[in-house]
């Protein structure tokens, strides 16, 4: 499982990574990095959380 | 049900029975003014803010914004579908994230405090002039770079601007375009002052964007100026209020703040859902359109309910219940998707600070209040709140 960022979306609200602190960290300088490029199935549930809550609709699954 | 007008005075007073309406009938149906179609379930007003493709917010010829844009010489993100949304708001992208407006903390907390230090103490005042209206005004006039100190004709032009989306006619009208004439007049000047001396505040970020070709024109930088200046005081200026009149409603959650002010954060969250300052934004469609199977017919103006999706039972268990301790995330209160509102990181930190600093003198005392809410069906919040000690 993969997830995809739209950047020209993302304004480091940071819900993602309040939701799966696992795969998203917000930088100092607000931008996004991924931790994980393959990601485990267990984080489907809180990955699915993050898509869903983010605000700007910036985050999609893949696989 | 017979066609409802959203401006009869029962339903100005408290939308929210009616709402509830509209959510039984239909995922769209025809009220007044103008025959807007309104969406109000949670789910399909989700479904219109993701299909921006279907429903543009880009106002017809004869629509109220429409004259916004005609006078100012350009469109604001609210009023753009893509690529113009984006051209404009990646200028303004970065200003407004959690970290980037940290460092407003400390301004925010010392401006609550001095005006609370003013409230007449005779156990009576109304915190809409004193509070809920200066803070939010000050605060997006130092971050745009203009005098804070003419509050009152900030309060005054943005009142305009809010009149003529509320659909006002005749010499009301009249009046609040030459008031809205008069704010394009004092922020074309401020613009230009910043082309001659360039500076780091909003408004120098925004002439600082025309030297790029294409990207920002004269009329698209007034336009943004004034979305930023009246968005981001009318629309705090009413979360707190309505914040604040929901807490003096329920004793209980108020006492749960004081007990725990780190309830704090997720009691704005609520707030934004309960009060939803804007009550809904509207799109248009410009063809025969299917929702959830009604067909909104090609040139309709929609009306997109935050304020009913966020009191939807089907998303919110027990919605018309204020509970600061609920799951809140996901409310539509400022919009969702493309056009999320760009100011929702300050307006919680406002919020946020406000309601902390108020809340040793709302807990003080027993409060008895007066509301007032704003004549509007697009903003809702107090117009006058007067609290009174009760003997």
């Known amino acids: 499982m993969k997830i995809i960022v739209d950047y020209d979306l993302c304004e ?19 931008s996004l990095t991924i931790l994980m490029s393959e990601i485990p199935e267990k984080l489907r549930g809180k990955l699915e959380e993050s898509v869903r809550l983010c605000p700007r609709q910036a985050l999609r699954i893949e696989g | 049900m017979a066609r409802v007008n959203l401006l009869d005075p029962e339903t100005l007073a408290n939308p929210y029975p009616l709402y509830a309406e509209l959510r039984r009938e239909a995922p769209a149906v025809q009220v007044d003014p103008n025959g807007m179609w309104a969406v109000t379930r949670f789910a399909d007003v989700v479904e219109v803010l993701r ?13 109220r914004e429409k004259l916004f844009e005609n006078a100012f ?84 032009w943005s009142n305009a601007l809010v009149a003529i989306v509320n659909s006002a006619e005749g010499a009301e009208r009249q009046s609040a375009l030459a008031e809205v ?11 230009e002052r910043r082309r001659q001396d360039p500076a780091e505040d909003l408004i120098g970020a925004l002439v600082a964007a025309e030297k790029e070709p294409g990207r920002i024109s004269a009329g698209e930088v007034l336009s943004y100026c004034i979305l930023l200046l009246a968005a981001g005081n009318e629309t705090t200026t009413n979360l707190i209020g309505g914040m604040i009149s929901a807490l003096i409603d329920n004793p209980d959650q108020l006492a749960l703040l004081r007990d725990d002010p780190s309830l704090i954060p997720n009691a704005v969250e609520e707030g934004l859902r309960y009060c939803s300052p804007v009550q809904g934004l509207f799109r248009r469609v410009l063809q025969d359109t299917q929702l959830n199977g009604v067909t909104i017919p090609a040139g309709s ?24 301790k609920r799951d809140c995330r996901g409310h539509v209160a400022f919009g969702w998707g493309l056009h999320f509102c760009l100011g929702s990181n300050l307006a919680r930190r406002e919020a946020r600070v406000a309601i902390s600093a108020l809340l040793p003198l709302l807990c003080e005392s027993n409060f008895s209040q007066a509301v007032e809410w704003l004549p509007s069906w697009v903003i809702r919040g107090p117009k006058a709140l007067v609290l009174r000690k009760a003997a």
């Open chain 2, 51 to 63: 299909r921006v493709d279907d429903f543009s917010s880009e106002p017809a010829d004869d629509d």
């Open chain 2, 73 to 156: 010489g350009g469109a604001n993100i609210i009023g753009s579908d893509n690529p113009r949304h984006d051209r404009l708001r990646s200028i303004m992208q970065k200003r407004f994230t959690p970290r980037r407006l940290g460092h407003l903390q400390g301004r925010v907390e010392d401006l609550s405090r001095e005006l609370l230090a003013s409230l007449a103490s005779d156990g009576e005042f109304d915190l809409v002039p004193t509070y809920t209206v200066p803070l939010p005004v000050v605060v997006i006039a130092e971050l745009l770079g203009v005098e804070a100190n003419r509050v009152d004709d900030f309060k005054r």
């Open chain 2, 181 to 191: 004439g008069e704010l394009a007049k004092y922020l074309s000047a401020a613009a």
């Open chain 2, 301 to 324: 103006r929609v009306w997109v309910c935050y304020a009913s999706a966020n009191r939807d039972p089907e998303r919110f268990q027990d919605p018309d219940r204020f509970d600061i």
């Open chain 1, 12 to 30: 480091a609200n940071a819900l993602c990574m309040d939701s799966c602190p696992e795969v998203f960290r917000v930088e100092e300088d607000d």
